[in-house]
């Protein structure tokens, strides 16, 4: 019994991997804004990890950034999934297109704030 709970343990894994693989593909294939803040990344992410004096500085810089890149992974699977059921124009539509937009926009501003703190204070 334990082996094929192993098994299906390691199939899930698998599968999840994939599937998140393919999500990763999709945003960076149809979002250019996405493609822009991972370039971003590239270079934020390691830049951070040196500057950082402390190991919690370095996490904030770095995973601050990568905040980012998750708020916009899911700005744009609510504007996926509001564009495939919302043909036609509705004000919750929008709303909601205009709420992950205010989520991404926020999430810069936080790391403006962190990093400015961090490295100007």
């Known amino acids: 019994m334990a082996k094929n ?3 299906l343990f390691k199939r899930r894994i698998v599968n999840t991997l994939g599937f998140s693989i393919q999500g990763l593909r999709a945003t960076w294939k ?5 493609r822009v803040e991972l370039v971003l990344a590239i ?3 390691p830049l951070g990890l040196f500057l950082g004096e402390s190991g919690v500085e370095r996490v904030l810089l770095a995973g601050i950034v990568i905040l980012v890149l998750i708020v916009e992974i899911l700005n744009s699977a609510i504007e996926t999934v509001v ?3 919302g043909g ?5 539509s929008g709303r909601a297109k205009d709420q ?3 989520a991404v926009l926020l999430s810069l501003l936080l790391v403006l704030l962190v ?3 961090l490295l100007l204070f």
Do not use: I
Request: aromatic letters at 16%; hydrophobic letters at 40%.
């Open 30 to 34: 149809e979002e250019e804004a996405f």
């Open 88 to 92: 036609e124009q509705h004000e919750l």
């Open 115 to 117: 990093w400015g703190v």
């Open 5 to 7: 709970t192993s098994n």
């Open 83 to 85: 564009d495939r059921f």
């Open 100 to 102: 992950g937009s205010a």
């Open 43 to 45: 270079f934020l992410v």
